[in-house]
């Protein structure tokens, strides 16, 4: 009797040992694995941004957005552009005669043929004025009195000067400021765009790195099954265990096999989305790569004081690109406002013409070009003012309407963003604080589980447990890993998430976006 006791002794210390040994060699696996064991071949999460700033569509069509801005810019300038204008033409003139021409003539009619050319050049400048010079010469032949061919030629400046409507940089030079500004905040938007991008991009690899993890605490649960449930028969084949446990460690078992099935589809989600995210193709995103950077820990939570939650807020009011975009579109509807206020008013125009004219009498047309210093006799002038109000005015003030409601528009939409952004930055921050008391409470909870599980499967030995207690605790753990894992990643993405909120996600380097690892894995210094 005593040796039965003995040898019962020695099969449970047996049995014990090794599902004690086998928990541990897991344990220490799965710790290690969450640490350090991402494959070193794998995609960096620097690749990953960089590839999203290269391949997103969103962001190509944004750079889109500033070419065409680009485009609206320049044809704003068109108006200010020199117009050269020239006309050759040539005319056959047959006209009857008076009878008192035909006495003198003795030709029933009158036979020429004009030959005419122009050459004018037209600038309006920012300020409104007007220039037109411009040439003009006219070649008269005529057939019939064999007179010499007449030459006539002129040199002709006129002045448009507006006195009320259109006069002034802030009128006639507004749709270009306007569209230079609108310029501007495309190339902020585009900013702002790859920035939310890249940021999307940080979740996502912080998703597929926890989803890589989670894969493999379940791996490591289902061997431990398996081996839990190859002692149990053990056990069993000895009587030393009921036959109605193999029937819960199988149980078990196929549970660890479906939780890892389901894992493993999470990380085929997971590699998804993230090859979405930077803008791979579909067969590019087959053959992604495991991560190679590991989920970031924090050392110890960090207290955000008042003053660092103002610091935040007026980097965020400082640097968030959206901003300077929003304020930059309110200043063009400025611009655009200001123009519509002053055009309000009638037109008056100041017209200022002087010119000279030549004359040269012969056939060669060498003589069409002597024309302008021939018989030149004094200098031509004029001045005209001209004035026009429509009735009712209805156009002009139907435009002023429109660019204030677009204006007010803009301003209410400014200062609802920055609305939104200080809110979000002390949510952001909020988060990531209590994100990082949760990792702490995470990682404690891990290692009280653990030696609840050296405790469940040492009280098993002594009989005092039962296979299902023993099951229950491991899955306790796992929970408690798996959430460990959960809090890695949400701290993770709610430092990136709250440096993308205060504007300090990318820097900006000549038009170009740039990003270090740092500068995605520690808390923003100001």
């Known amino acids: 009797m005593k040796r039965n006791r003995l040898l019962q002794t020695f099969i449970y210390s047996f049995i014990f040992l090794s599902l004690f040994t086998f928990s541990l060699t897991g ?10 064991n991402i494959s070193k071949k794998g995609i960096s999460i620097l690749e990953a941004v960089y590839a999203t700033i290269s391949l997103q569509p969103y962001i190509r069509i944004q750079k889109e957005e500033v070419n065409k801005s680009k485009g609206s810019f320049q044809s704003s300038q068109g108006q200010f552009n020199w117009q050269i204008t020239s006309s050759l033409s040539y005319k056959k003139e047959i006209t009857p005669l008076t009878s008192a021409q035909r006495l003198a003539t003795g030709k029933s009619k009158s036979d020429e043929g004009i030959t005419s050319y122009n050459l004018g050049f037209s600038k309006k400048l920012r300020t409104g004025i007007t220039l037109n010079p411009y040439l003009n010469l006219v070649r008269t032949d005529d057939e019939n009195f064999n007179a010499l061919t007449t030459n006539e030629a002129s040199v002709n400046f006129s002045i448009i000067v507006p006195l009320l409507k259109g006069w002034g940089k802030d009128v006639t030079g507004s749709e270009e400021k306007a569209a230079e500004l609108l310029m501007e905040a495309t190339h902020k938007d585009l900013q702002h765009t790859t920035s939310n991008y890249v940021l999307k991009t940080i979740v996502a690899y912080w998703d597929y790195v926890a989803a890589y993890d989670q894969l493999d605490i379940y791996k490591n649960s289902e061997l431990r099954a398996q081996k839990f449930l190859a002692d149990i028969k053990a056990l069993v084949s000895g009587d030393e265990r009921p036959a109605s446990d193999i029937a819960q460690a199988k149980a078990n078992l196929a549970v660890k096999i479906a939780e890892r099935i389901s894992s493993e589809q999470n990380l085929i989600e997971a590699k998804y989305n993230l090859g979405l995210a930077t803008g791979k193709s579909v067969k590019e995103i087959d053959t992604l790569p495991l991560p ?5 820990v924090p050392e110890k939570p960090k207290f955000f004081s008042g003053e660092e939650h103002h ?24 611009v655009l406002l200001k123009a519509a206020q002053k055009n309000i008013k009638p037109t008056l125009n100041l017209n200022l013409d002087t010119s000279y004219a030549g004359l040269k009498e012969g056939n060669p047309f060498g003589d069409t070009a002597r024309a302008f210093n021939s018989n030149v006799k004094g200098l031509n002038y004029g001045i005209m003012l001209t004035y026009s109000y429509p009735i009712g005015n209805d156009l002009s003030k139907g435009q002023l309407k429109t660019q204030k409601s677009i204006y007010y528009q803009t301003a209410i939409q400014l200062n609802d963003l920055k609305r939104h952004i200080i809110s979000n930055v002390t949510v952001a921050m909020k988060n990531l604080y209590n994100s990082m008391r949760k990792v702490k409470k995470a990682r404690e909870a891990v290692n009280f589980y653990q030696k609840a599980v050296e405790n469940e499967r040492e009280k098993m ?22 959430d460990e894992v959960a809090a890695r990643q949400g701290y993770a993405s709610a430092l990136a998430n709250l440096r993308y909120e205060t504007g300090l996600l990318l820097t900006q380097h000549k038009g170009m976006a740039s990003v270090n690892k740092k500068g995605i894995m520690t808390f923003p210094s100001l």
């Open 292 to 296: 190679s950077d590991a989920l970031p």
């Open 27 to 36: 344990i220490a696996q799965t710790t290690e694995t969450s640490e350090n």
């Open 461 to 482: 030995k002594i009989g005092v447990s039962t296979v299902l207690d023993v099951i229950n605790m491991e899955d306790r753990y796992n929970a408690a890993r798996l």
């Open 311 to 334: 610091r935040l807020i007026a980097a965020a009011l400082q640097y968030r690109a959206d901003i300077e975009a929003a304020e930059k579109r309110k200043r063009s509807a400025r």
